[in-house]
């Protein structure tokens, strides 16, 4: 089942949704081009249980 989750991106601050299936793991992490600026986000999906978390970050970070 796909979740819909709210995302802010990491350069230009724009809010958007993303479809994530919390069946694909407990951990996921992809790279989301975002649908404003279309810079690479790098998303981070905690899945525990019913809930899911979701995290955007600069792909040049760490
Ligand atoms: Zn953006």
């Known amino acids: 089942m796909l ?3 709210e995302i802010q ?3 230009c ?3 958007f949704s993303i479809l994530v299936d919390p069946s694909e793991g407990e951990e ?3 790279v989301y081009d ?3 600026c279309c810079r690479p986000i ?3 999906v905690i899945v525990r249980g ?3 978390k ?3 970050k600069n792909k040049g970070e760490n």
């Open 3 to 5: 979740d819909e989750k």
């Open 9 to 11: 991106c990491p350069y």
């Open 13 to 15: 601050w724009e809010s």
């Open 28 to 30: 996921q992490s992809f």
């Open 34 to 36: 975002c649908e404003v």
């Open 42 to 44: 790098d998303v981070e």
């Open 50 to 52: 019913e809930n899911v």
């Open 54 to 56: 979701i995290r955007a």
